[in-house]
């Protein structure tokens, strides 16, 4: 009975998306985190952080990177990952091309993550495969926990 209202367009959704970019563009609205930890849409490369005992791993998902122009640096703190992904279109091809959409992020990039106070910034190791860059930082000695041997007294 009800069949016939329960049908919508094929491209309702793609419409939907369209009139909230429109809104966005008209008030300026800035894709704004969801939440104290988020970034905001569109941040490269997006990451992974987590702990173990003994350091710290941040997994940074950067794919089409070249290494050799991969740079980073821990200063203060901060752990930064700076670089370049080139253009996946090759460049001879891209004039005579009109790209309709773009979802995939190339160009130069900056990543400035806040690192835990407990790091040491002097044991970091990096490693990029298949896409992903490891990072792991050691926690100072100082700063990990351990266990104490209580003794009995006669």
């Known amino acids: 009975m009800?069949?016939?209202s329960?049908?919508?367009p094929n491209n309702l959704f793609s419409e939907l998306g369209d009139i909230q970019r429109q809104f966005e563009q008209f008030f300026g609205?800035?894709?704004s985190p969801s939440s104290i930890r988020a970034v905001r849409r569109g941040t490269f490369p997006s990451i992974n952080m987590c702990t173990t005992d003994d350091a710290i791993e941040i997994y940074a998902l950067a794919p089409g990177i070249d290494t050799?122009?991969?740079e980073l640096t821990?200063?203060?703190g901060l752990l930064i990952i700076a670089g370049?992904?080139?253009?996946a279109v090759p460049a001879d091809r891209q004039e005579k091309l009109s790209i309709y959409a773009r979802e995939r992020f190339n160009g130069?990039?900056?990543r400035v993550i806040s690192l835990p106070e407990d790091v040491d910034a002097e044991h970091v190791n990096a490693t990029y495969k298949n896409g992903v860059l490891r990072v792991v930082i050691a926690k100072r000695e100082s700063t990990k926990s351990r266990r104490i041997e209580v003794h009995n007294v006669i």
């Open 29 to 31: 609205v800035v894709d």
């Open 68 to 70: 050799s122009k991969l």
């Open 6 to 8: 329960m049908q919508f």
């Open 74 to 76: 821990v200063d203060k």
């Open 84 to 87: 370049e992904r080139k253009s």
């Open 2 to 4: 009800f069949s016939s």
């Open 108 to 110: 130069a990039f900056k």
